[in-house]
């Protein structure tokens, strides 16, 4: 039972460049979210999705973009890179108020 | 919109006293309220969540909670501390988008 599956683990990225983090689950979620972790900020959501073609834009989702074309899989594009998209980004999905993390993608933009 | 609020950066407490990790909350509704431990470089484990029911939450570590409506607090509790249980905690509620987390609180348990 795999959970939360979130690749890659650790990311250099130049400014301007893009890349997708990708985020799957196995336990048939419809819910799923990504959060950014910042030092001292805790963590904040940038979309979710509460089922297959259903997204919707969280607290920060300015710089990112997301698609839910199947219930596994819920990734979230970064277009143009900026230092301040330099976090740690958490990727969950939930059932009946129990929610399951992954174990993070470390990005730093240079 | 919901909110939580962690007033504590930073929580020190000496190797087997009682320890007390503070959190009150904002919500509309019944409160769904969780407490999630991260140690460093790591992810998110869950320790426990107040649902419905009793109001003292029992959960993994020999942590527990006491969920307080009148004061709208969700405080983390240990009775006595080790020095593996220094952490970052958060406290979190749900909304209608998910969970909300405090800003978290470092746990420095000293020997």
């Known amino acids: 039972n795999a959970g939360v599956t979130q690749t890659p683990k650790f990311r250099i990225l130049k400014i301007g460049q893009s890349m997708t983090l990708q985020c799957t689950q196995d336990?048939?979620?419809?819910?799923m979210y990504w959060y950014r972790q910042d030092p001292g900020m805790g963590l904040k959501l940038i979309y979710y999705s509460v089922g297959a073609g259903i997204t919707d834009k969280g607290e920060v989702p300015n710089g990112y973009n997301v698609s839910r074309s199947t219930t596994e899989d819920f990734p979230l594009r970064l277009e143009l890179a900026a230092p301040s998209q330099t976090s740690v980004y958490f990727c969950?999905?939930?059932?009946?108020?129990?929610?399951?993390f992954g174990s993070g993608t470390r990005l730093t933009v240079v | 919109a919901q909110s939580v609020a962690q007033p504590e950066d930073q929580v020190n407490v000496a190797e087997g006293n009682p320890l007390t990790v503070k959190c009150t909350y904002s919500v509309s509704g019944n409160p769904y309220l969780f407490w999630y431990v991260q140690y460093p470089n790591r992810g998110l484990q869950f320790l426990l969540k107040?649902?419905?029911?009793?109001?003292l939450v029992k959960g993994s570590y020999g942590f527990e909670a006491e969920f307080n409506k009148s004061q709208t607090s969700f405080h983390l509790k240990k009775p006595s501390a080790l020095v593996s249980d220094s952490a970052l905690y958060f406290c979190a509620v749900v909304g209608a988008d998910g969970l909300t987390f405090g800003k978290g609180t470092h746990l420095i348990i000293q020997p």
């Open positions: 336990m048939n979620h419809n819910y």
């Open positions: 969950a999905s939930s059932a009946s108020y129990g929610y399951t």
């Open positions: 107040y649902i419905t029911g009793d109001n």
